[in-house]
T-cell receptor
């Protein structure tokens, strides 16, 4: 199957860490992605991880991959108001197509 | 990373008409895709735009409704034909880029999208 699931909403206080979770089903996925979509905008590639890695860090972003459980998470450290957006998890299908989750709406409150 | 420009960025269309969306990339890319994002929904792949040949459509999408062209490695068009209100969506072009050494990478980038409203 090609189902990607993620929670729909997350509310976090400014300055705290945000953790967005995602599960996927295709164990042969080569890459797993996190995209950010701000209101009225397209998709911005935040980060992606190769399936043979279990962690990737890029400034405030940390991606953890548990391939055994098919679980992917995105941690945003020191969350800012500009981080308010919809975050999409996606898995690669056949190495280049993407199957997306429904998106997690992250709201940062002061 | 590749810079992707889509036109139009938004449009309001009448039922029964057709609209062509253009996607221009600032470099040659190996693969180009068209996605649809219906209001409040996630993204669904419509088709892979193949250079010099017919596009490869996903289940539920057909060429008569969504004809696609890709005349070269930097440009593609998607036409939404005979539109109905159900076609109101954001249509996004996506590309797979090459790395600095010309190798395939995992990076897939999206344009800003074309927001269509069909009345």
């Amino acid at each position: 199957g090609e189902d990607v699931e993620q929670s729909l909403f997350l509310s976090v206080r400014e300055g705290d860490s945000s953790v967005i979770n995602c599960t996927y089903t295709d164990s042969s996925s080569t890459y797993l992605y996190w995209y950010k979509q701000e209101p009225g905008a397209g998709l911005q590639l935040l980060t992606y991880i190769f399936s043979n890695m279990d962690m990737k860090q890029d400034q405030r972003l940390t991606v953890l991959l548990n391939k055994k459980d098919k679980h992917l998470s995105l941690r945003i450290a020191d969350t800012q108001t500009g981080d308010s957006a919809i975050y999409f998890c996606a898995e690669s299908i056949g190495d280049y197509k993407l199957s997306f989750g429904a998106g997690t709406t992250v709201t940062v409150r002061a | 990373s590749a810079v992707i420009s889509q036109k139009p960025s938004r449009d309001i269309c009448q039922r029964g008409t057709s609209l062509t969306i253009q996607c221009q990339v600032d470099s040659q890319v190996t693969m180009m895709f068209w996605y649809r994002q219906q209001p409040g929904q996630s993204l669904t792949l419509i088709a892979t735009a193949n250079q010099g040949s017919e596009a490869t459509y996903e289940s539920g999408f057909v060429i008569d409704k969504f004809p696609i062209s890709r005349p070269n490695l930097t440009f593609s068009t998607l036409t939404v034909s005979n539109m109905s209100p159900e076609d109101s969506s954001i249509y996004l072009c996506s590309v797979r880029d090459r790395g600095l050494l010309g190798q395939n990478t995992g990076e897939l980038f999206f344009g800003e999208g074309s927001r269509l409203t069909v009345l």
